[in-house]
Antibody, heavy 122, light 107 residues
């Protein structure tokens, strides 16, 4: 069974930093591309970052570019999101999401974690 | 960035109704569109990918269609567990963009 479990959320002051983790199990983590998606309270979904299976390709949404950094450790089956210079508007539930096998027409965000809440407030 | 516009933003329907919602892309995206269902306090769930491919385990009452810029999600006979918010997503390029959602409510 595919499982994705986020951790590391919490309350942080504006300008502060936080590191989220996503622990993966039930599949060969190193073979799959991964993403972070967030959802502000009462709002819609926002994709924020992608990393290829090997870590060789990374993309960010403009809203977090230069402040957030995605990484992965395939030996530890873990995905990370380093969040710096946090702002009130970064307050959201953060989900990690796995893509499908990158072949032909394949599903994006095929599996999701349960999400972790990040609150940026003084 | 490709913008995704969903309509309506909300709809009211009864159990057994046929429900249709649409998603429009600001430029052509081929068939690179997915649909997700989200219930309150839960992670989204993939329903449809590649515009019309049903994700494994998803009931056949869900179907997707469209290509280019205009896409549709149809629920053939609405069930109690289908009351939720539905999002489209373009996965044609980066940045990935979701639509703003369609909330399906009980009539």
């Amino acid at each position: 069974e595919v499982q994705l479990v986020e951790s590391g959320g919490g309350l942080v002051q504006p300008g502060g930093s936080l590191r989220l983790s996503c622990s993966a199990s039930g599949f060969s983590f190193s073979n799959y591309d991964m993403n972070w998606v967030r959802q502000a309270p009462g709002k819609g979904l926002e994709w924020i970052s992608y990393i290829r299976d090997s870590g060789s390709t990374i993309y960010y949404a403009d809203s977090v570019k230069g402040r957030f950094s995605i990484s992965r450790d395939n030996a530890k089956n873990s995905l990370y999101l380093q969040m710096d210079s946090l702002r009130a508007e970064d307050t959201a539930v953060y989900f990690c999401a796995r893509d499908g096998v990158r072949s032909g027409t394949y599903p994006t965000f095929e599996y999701w974690g349960q999400g972790v809440l990040v609150t940026v407030s003084s | 960035a490709i913008q995704m516009t969903q309509s309506p933003s909300s709809l009211s329907a009864s159990v057994g109704d046929r429900v249709t919602m649409t998603c429009r892309a600001s430029q052509g995206i081929g068939n690179d569109l997915g649909w997700y269902q989200q219930k309150p306090g839960k992670a989204p769930k993939l329903l449809i990918y590649g515009s019309s491919s049903l994700q494994s385990g998803v009931p056949s009452r869900f179907s997707g269609s469209g290509s280019g810029t205009d896409f549709t999600l149809t629920i053939s006979s609405l069930q109690p567990e289908d009351f939720a918010t539905y999002y489209c997503l373009q996965d044609y390029n980066y940045p990935r963009m979701f639509g703003q959602g369609t909330k399906v409510e009980i009539k």
